[in-house]
């Protein structure tokens, strides 16, 4: 059974705490944004080495595996959005559907073992990159074709919120 896609625009939260997951990513530091996407990355074995981690708890909510199968493919994309970001003037990012990545991904068929791997490697490599901007290139500039602008700091805050609040919605 298909989840209904997640159409709404969750800019939102660079400007105040989440209700939901109660994150506030408005308070991050930006030099501590690689840490704390480590400490996501590091949540998530123990995650994927339950039994039941490809059951999904209802017909409207993904599995623990599709989560986390989502978490590595968002650290893939905005690993490219941010070295888009360093390497050209204001862009504009490619869209993408993380629901139509999900069904044809077959993500809740992925290996977990697999995936911890893969999520572990994209979401290091996105927290070293995070690591090696320097402080005068936080203020660079990008946007999406919505009309959402995004600073290299706001995109680590943003993706740093989507990825604690799909630890949340997996811990609960």
Known sequence: MAIEPDTKNWTWVLERRCPAC????????????????????????????????????????????????????????????????????????ENWDQDAAALAGRYGEQDPLQIRDELAEAGTALADAFERVPIEAASRTARRSDGSHFTVETLGRYVLHDVVHHRWDVAG
């Not at 650290?75 to 862009?91: I, K, Q, T, Y």
């Open 22 to 93: 109660g994150f506030d990513a408005h308070a991050v530091a930006f030099q501590d944004l690689p840490a704390l996407l480590r400490d996501n990355i590091a949540f998530w074995p123990g995650v994927l080495e339950r039994p039941d981690v490809a059951v999904r708890p209802d017909d409207s909510t993904w599995s623990p595996l599709e989560y986390a199968a989502h978490v590595r493919d968002v650290f893939h994309v905005f690993s490219g959005r941010l070295n888009l970001m360093l390497a050209e003037h204001n862009p504009e990012f």
